[in-house]
């Protein structure tokens, strides 16, 4: 049974069809590759799973649970946690405090009434918070406030913060930009252990090594229209991805 | 000498009514990046409804009348909230920013109607009380304005610093978008936010009725306007900023109107504005650049 499916998702900017009649199935346990050229409908169709602007038809069901209804702050609460392209962190708080806040989903709350929930301090701050910080590699930084960070480890910490929500799907829009091939090399590292501790992937990404080496299956978006899908060596072949990429005539 | 340095401290006390008032305005530009120009009017409103405290009970202590201008504000706060910015699409920043000019107005219209544009006596602590140092002296009332703000303002930095509610409010103020995708539910930290400013003013209202004696509907017009002055000084958004520009508006008005009479000190006030924008715009404690 498909953890996320997208059924004929379009949304329009006025004339601009960003993203086209596309369907998507993601499977539980899946590192899903999402590629495309610039301005194919990547960064939209992570910003409609999250709910930043609505549909303008089609939809989207996660869990079996149509999420068209649903705020943002309630997806994440269904388990969709995402980072940002260009980085969202909140700049004058801690590394540590970043990861506090996300600390929201209902597992966290149930136990607490309104007073717990909104006067309480540090107290009934999970374990994980030190574990996400080990895992990024920021254990070291965790009192530095986030806007000091290197440019690294705030992608780092996005990705903590992501995890903090402890998210059944991970939707990450281009970790790797900006990044050195070293970098490149824990990014992978960290996606695979994400995938292995039971969270599935959808990687939106433009860096080809990551996503040809880590993805089990990978669609290609151009012009917000899917051409193809597949494994990455079948996506590689494909005529229309290397034409969409490669430009060139007919 | 004397003379400035009582002014100077008569004024610099009552300033931190001015500070709780800054401090209301600069919260809510914070996290919401709006103005909410009804907040001083709103002030006012709660402490007026401190004193329906005297109406049910004649002769209820003045810590009562205080109690019920706090949380007649925070209820009023709340109103300008759903009233303003709730029904009111906020993307649209002029319509809630008309919204709340309309609010200070209808405040003001329902504070003169209800009161028939007399001002009425307002009680207050300690106002037989006087330190003396000297020619020196210290009002008790004034004392006790000065000291009430200040546990207020204390209580607003622990509840911003210390607790879940201010982390949430904090993360809503740096970054909306992402907050959301942290599961928490903007409209819900914008609605505390205008419920806890509008305990503030409550208060500050009542402080201010306690140190002048009386309340006037005539307040809200300049304490709208000085509120607005401590906010730009401060530097919008920043809450120590506000403390400081409080106290500072405060003892400058004082000291000025020693010198140059009650009707022009204000002139003074404004030149100050002035100067602070064009040497110091972005306010006191200038917010560091951020990454982001």
Excluded at chain 2, 41 to 67: I, M, N
Excluded at chain 2, 239 to 244: C, E, F, L, Q
Aim: aromatic share 8%; proline share 4%.
């Amino acid at each position: 049974m498909a953890l996320l499916e997208l059924k004929s998702v379009s949304r329009h900017f006025g004339g601009v069809r960003a993203v086209d009649g596309l369907d998507l199935v993601i499977e539980p346990g899946q590192i899903f590759g999402l590629i495309g050229p610039n301005g194919s409908g990547k960064s939209t169709t992570v910003n409609l799973i999250t709910g930043l602007f609505p549909l303008t038809s089609g939809s989207i069901v996660f869990q079996n649970e149509d999420l068209e209804k649903l705020p943002t702050h309630l997806r994440l609460q269904t388990g969709i946690a995402r980072t940002f392209q260009n980085i969202r962190l909140f700049g004058q708080l801690t590394a540590w405090q970043n990861l506090w806040v996300a600390q929201n989903s209902p597992a966290d709350w149930a136990k607490r009434g309104f007073f717990s929930r909104w006067l309480g301090g540090q107290s009934g701050v999970r374990e994980e918070i030190s574990q996400l910080l080990e895992f990024s590699g920021l254990a070291h930084r965790q009192d530095e406030l986030a806007a000091n960070l290197a440019f690294g480890e705030q992608r780092r910490l996005e990705l903590a913060r992501a995890l903090a929500t402890r998210p059944k799907l991970i939707l990450l829009d281009e970790p790797a930009a900006g990044m050195n091939t070293e970098e490149i090399g824990q990014l992978r590292e960290r996606i695979l252990k994400i995938r292995a501790q039971g969270t599935t992937v959808l990687l939106v990404e433009h860096v080809m090594e990551l996503v040809m080496g880590v993805t089990d299956r990978i669609a290609v978006l151009n012009f917000g229209q899917k051409i193809a899908e597949g494994t990455p060596v079948e996506v590689q072949a494909d005529a229309a991805v290397r034409k969409a990429y490669l430009g060139g005539g007919e | 000498m004397l003379d400035f340095i009582q002014s100077l401290s008569d004024g610099v006390l009552f300033g931190a009514t001015y500070a709780l008032i800054g401090i209301g305005f600069t919260l809510v530009f914070g996290v919401m990046h709006k103005l909410n120009l009804s907040y001083a009017a709103a002030s006012v409103g709660g402490a007026y409804c401190g004193l329906l405290v005297l109406k049910v009970f004649a002769g209820a202590p003045p810590l009562a009348v205080f109690f019920c201008a706090f949380l007649a504000g925070g209820l009023l706060g709340y109103i300008v909230y759903l009233a303003c910015f709730h029904f009111i699409p906020i993307s649209n920043p002029l319509a809630t920013l008309m919204a709340t000019v309309g609010m200070l107005l209808l405040v003001d219209e329902v504070i003169v109607h209800q009161t028939d544009g007399m001002p009425l006596n307002y009680p207050a602590l300690f106002d037989d009380v006087m330190l003396r140092a000297g020619e020196f002296t210290l009002r008790g009332d004034l004392l006790m304005v000065f000291v009430v703000s200040i546990l207020c303002m204390a209580g607003l930095l622990a509840l911003l610093y210390r607790t879940r509610l201010g982390l949430a409010t904090r993360a809503v103020s740096q970054q909306a978008v992402a907050a959301q995708l942290c599961g928490i539910r903007v409209g819900q930290v914008n609605a505390m936010t205008f419920v806890i400013t509008g305990l503030l003013g409550g208060i500050a209202g009542a402080m201010i009725g306690a140190s002048v004696g009386t309340l006037s509907p005539l307040l809200t017009t300049p304490l709208t306007i000085k509120g607005l002055i401590v906010t730009v000084i401060g530097g919008l958004g920043s809450i120590p900023g506000a403390i400081v520009a409080g106290l500072l508006v405060g003892g400058f008005e004082s000291v000025l109107q020693q010198y140059r009479g009650v009707t022009e000190r204000d002139l003074y006030v404004m030149l100050l504005l002035f100067v602070f924008l064009v040497f110091r715009p972005g306010g006191l404690f200038a917010p560091k650049e951020g990454r982001d």
